[in-house]
């Protein structure tokens, strides 16, 4: 019996193909480069190359006061101002020992609230966007503009919103407010059921997410991914709950904390949505408390030159994205002698490097995007 083999060409030499997936791509969310070694169409390994958009702002921090660095802490993740400048202002009142108004640190949770829908919504339409589906992205814009209005008028700023100032906030709130504030939510409300019609209950996103980029609970630990990425893969852990801040003690039984166990694309938009739901409820409780609150101060009268005492720090807060956590070192000047930035975006994209490996090129958009991440705070 004779064998013969025509043709084979290059095909005889097992010869990967190295390709870089940006540092300029439409699914990398901006400036993030992907390194991947191919075998065909699937990935062999894939490297995160990260550092295109570095700013240098913990070296900025140093040569600012305390007031100045809450403009450059609200910058590295766009879509969470907010809740960027509460971690800074919050490490910087525990230096102090700082009680902050009872009047502020629940309108610090209601727009914390509320900044955190605005982070999710933006990912519950371009997530969808990213695999074909063009319509949620609409739908999406349409709630963050309810609630981006009346972020705007108490803060005169739709994305960077510098409202949070040491001792409490910038100013009370205008009147009639509250009033508006709980129509932009109510309205919100009633139409997130488009995410579970539209999108979840679509059976090409379902198949293009289910058991795709499925995240051990041990990788989880091992690289220090947090927030509903995490809470995805069947890790239990919300600063919220479990270590809570601002006000979030006086509302453990409204705070609900959305967990999954399949850690695959599919668990992190649902846990992603689940948790949008959530924090609209959130905001609601802290609508009906300010309500109830008697008039008085938002903030703490400050001295003119605000100096921390000489020491160290560390505050974190549940961040849209994640654990962010703020290592504030002061020798007793006006301007930190260091300010360590933990960003939640910079640990969850390590992941990739164990999440790429042996997936298909064609499902590498969908975990990328499923990350949910912002390039700059990675980079920061």
């Not at 910087?92 to 020992?97: D, F, K």
Request: proline share 4%; net charge negative; charged share 25%.
């Amino acid at each position: 019996m004779t064998e013969t083999t025509v043709g084979i060409g290059g095909g005889a030499e097992s010869t990967d193909m190295v390709l870089n997936i940006g540092p300029q791509h439409p699914s990398t969310h901006g400036v993030l480069r992907l390194r991947l070694v191919l075998d065909g169409e699937r990935i062999q390994s894939a490297e995160p190359v990260i550092g295109y958009m570095h700013r240098g702002a913990e070296k900025l921090f140093e040569a600012r006061d305390y007031r100045q660095i809450i403009m450059l802490a609200n910058r590295h993740d766009w879509l969470s101002a907010f809740s960027n400048e509460l971690g800074v202002v919050l490490a910087v009142e525990r230096m102090l020992g700082m009680e902050v108004p009872e009047r502020a640190v629940w309108t610090r949770t209601l727009l914390a609230e509320l900044n955190r829908v605005l982070n999710h919504l933006m990912f519950l339409g371009s997530y969808p966007l990213e695999l074909g589906g063009i319509t949620p992205i609409f739908h999406a814009f349409r709630e963050r503009e309810d609630l981006q209005h009346v972020m705007e008028e108490i803060s005169g700023g739709r994305m960077h919103y510098m409202f949070n100032r040491v001792g409490g906030l910038k100013d009370d709130l205008p009147a009639g407010w509250l009033g508006r504030a709980r129509q932009a939510v109510a309205e919100v409300r009633s139409r997130m059921g488009v995410y579970d019609d539209l999108v979840l209950g679509n059976e090409i996103f379902r198949g293009r997410t289910r058991g795709v980029g499925v995240l051990a609970r041990e990788t989880v630990h091992a690289y220090g991914v947090s927030g509903p990425i995490a809470r995805a893969s069947g890790v239990d852990f919300d600063l919220r709950r479990d270590e809570p801040y601002l006000a979030y003690a006086e509302l453990q039984d409204v705070l609900k904390v959305a967990i999954r166990e399949e850690g695959d694309c599919l668990a992190r938009f649902e846990c992603l949505l689940e948790q949008t739901h959530a924090s609209l409820a959130l905001a609601e409780a802290c609508l009906d408390r300010l309500d109830e609150l008697p008039p008085g101060p938002i903030n703490q009268r400050l001295p003119k030159v605000l100096k921390a005492p000489e020491g160290h720090t560390y505050a974190w807060t549940e961040n849209p994205l994640g654990l962010n956590g703020y290592y504030l070192v002061s020798k007793g000047e006006k301007t930190p002698y260091r300010l360590k930035l933990r960003s939640a975006s910079y640990n969850n994209i390590q992941a990739l490097t164990e999440l790429l490996p042996g997936t298909l090129v064609a499902d590498m958009v969908a975990i990328l995007g499923s990350l949910f991440f912002v390039v700059g705070d990675i980079d920061k």
